[in-house]
């Protein structure tokens, strides 16, 4: 509201802007009385609004200290983080369970052929029509289904039945519009993103959910056998021929694309990565007589670090509340301080604390914020990214999904918070890779790291973060490794494993 002339404006925590103005008749006695009356209520309210100011600033460097991480620190946890990834090579059934993916050494880019593709992601389900033409190039036809919140939490047949649905329409579209023939079986490559232990490429039983999943009668099945039962109930002309995980196929296709690629990552819903190791260095499977100079594809779930023990990683209390109101405590401690499922919920829990406080939305309504998982990670990337002086895009997204009106200082505040835990999440994310960097010895010679994921691809100033981390981890040397955006990973890796 702009401000007549002779007149003067107050804007409360809550944001209502009060506004006096002077105009002839106010110089009568009463109305006069009356103007004074709001200006010394405006006052208190000015003193209260700095007040607040002064506690929110306060409160941003008691948030600065609890979220930095120091190059000191995060050498400790890459570390820790090494012997966690040595341990799961070792030995079945480890904390980060470093699971053999049955995909034995690079493609060579020469692959050719139709392929399906169904990745059943930790938001959507992709299901996919992926033609390899060789020399690293590909075409890809897609359609995306929003998974419910009740889907993921229903009988796992059920699940898998959605999958054969969405399959089965899309293949009808595709035959109907002349790109698969009528009457053909394609192979398909199932990227299914959550733990499963492995013995051969097209069996995998889950080990157990994550990324907030619970869908009963699935953990310690075969995820192919229930999918090909919902296959074979629907009549859908598709042959499952591989199990992967996003991860294992963006490590595949960001190497069909580009050769310098050593290690994928996913920064989506959940968080993992997936690397090329010697089957000479993995003594768990020394029993089953592979070549021991093969190399074979690692899943390593590494969103499990420093579960259950809790001994390395710097949790604030609101990752405490976060994991203890999860579905699975005690569980994916790395993802829980690092993935698109998590970090909108992290700004949330500090917002309540503050509400609860009084520090911040006095006197307004705030059901909306308080609502478990409402606030989406997205809106972390919008609020960091927002241009305007007046931070519109912050003042957008709190007036429009929470009904909450804020003030400037509020929404730099806000901002602030943001980008610590982004931050984090980035710098975090760099550990997990300098501790496969660094047990591979990838760091003279440097490698591309492919990464995929929406927190990855949208979240602004991530990759520049994950660098920033893996130079005040290595030094200089950090710069020869180089993360970059693997397109369409999990879909085309998939076909190309298919
Ligand atoms: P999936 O994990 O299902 O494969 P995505 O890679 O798209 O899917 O990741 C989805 C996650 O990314 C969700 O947790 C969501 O909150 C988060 N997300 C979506 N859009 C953005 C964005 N613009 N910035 C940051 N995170 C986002
Ligand atoms: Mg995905």
Redesign the pocket.
């Known amino acids: 509201m702009a401000d007549r002339p002779g007149g003067t404006s107050v804007t409360p925590p809550t944001g209502h802007t009060f506004a006096f103005t002077r105009s002839s008749d106010q110089d009568d006695l009463p109305h006069a009385t009356k103007r004074y009356q709001y200006i010394h209520q405006g006052a208190l309210i000015a003193t209260y609004a700095d007040s607040a100011n002064r506690k929110m600033a306060d409160h941003l460097r008691k948030f600065e200290t609890m979220f930095t991480l120091t190059p000191q620190r995060m050498r400790m946890i890459v570390e820790a983080f090494k012997d966690a990834l040595e341990t799961g090579l070792a030995k079945r059934d480890q904390v980060v369970p470093m699971i053999p993916t049955y995909v034995f050494g690079w493609p060579t880019g020469k692959e050719t052929g139709n392929y399906l593709a169904v990745d059943l ?4 389900l992709r299901v996919c029509l992926v033609t390899l033409q060789g020399d690293g190039k590909f075409e890809i036809t897609q359609s995306k289904y929003r998974l419910s919140e009740e889907q993921k939490q229903d009988d796992g047949q059920l699940l898998f039945d959605f999958c054969a649905e969405c399959l089965k329409a899309f293949i009808d579209l595709n035959i109907e519009s002349g790109v698969i023939e009528k009457d053909a079986v394609l192979p398909l490559g199932f990227t299914f993103s959550y733990p499963c232990s492995q013995d051969k490429i097209d069996h995998g039983e889950l080990i157990r959910w994550t990324k907030g999943f619970g869908a009963p009668n699935t953990e310690g099945h075969d995820v192919v056998a229930m999918f090909r039962k919902s296959l074979e109930k629907l009549s859908v002309p598709a042959e499952v021929v591989a199990l992967t995980c ?1 991860t294992t196929g963006t490590l595949i296709a960001s190497h069909y694309v580009n050769p310098k690629t050593k290690i994928a990552c996913i920064f ?3 968080c993992n990565a997936a690397y090329m190791e010697y089957v000479r260095d993995i003594p768990k499977l020394s029993a089953l007589n592979i070549d021991p100079n093969a190399e074979i594809a690692i899943n390593c779930e590494w969103g499990a670090f420093d579960s259950f023990e809790h001994e390395h990683l710097p949790r604030t209390k609101y990752d405490l509340v976060i994991d203890e109101t999860s579905n699975k405590p005690g569980e994916q401690a790395f993802e829980k301080l690092i993935s ?2 998590y970090l ?1 919920e992290i700004l949330r829990l500090i917002i309540c604390e503050l509400i609860d406080e009084g520090v911040i939305f006095l006197g307004q309504n705030t059901y909306k914020v308080e609502i478990p998982y409402s606030f ?3 809106f ?2 919008l609020m960091e990214s927002d241009p305007t002086d007046e931070l519109l895009m912050i003042i957008g997204i709190f007036t429009h999904f929470f009904a909450l009106e804020t003030t400037l200082a509020e929404r730099q505040f806000f901002r602030a918070l943001a980008k610590l835990v982004g931050r984090r999440a980035a710098r975090l994310s760099a550990c997990g890779i300098a501790a496969i960097v660094s047990k591979m010895g990838y760091l003279e010679e440097g490698c591309a790291v492919g990464a995929d ?3 990855y691809n ?2 602004p100033g991530f990759a520049d973060r994950v660098h920033e981390g893996l130079q005040d981890i290595f030094g200089e040397k950090g710069r020869n490794i180089v993360t970059y955006h693997a397109e369409d990973g999990s879909g085309i890796g998939s076909a190309i494993v298919a």
């Open positions: 992601g930790g938001t959507n996003d989506g819903t959940g698109g499922r909108g989406d990670t997205a972390l990337s994921g929406s927190l949208k979240y």
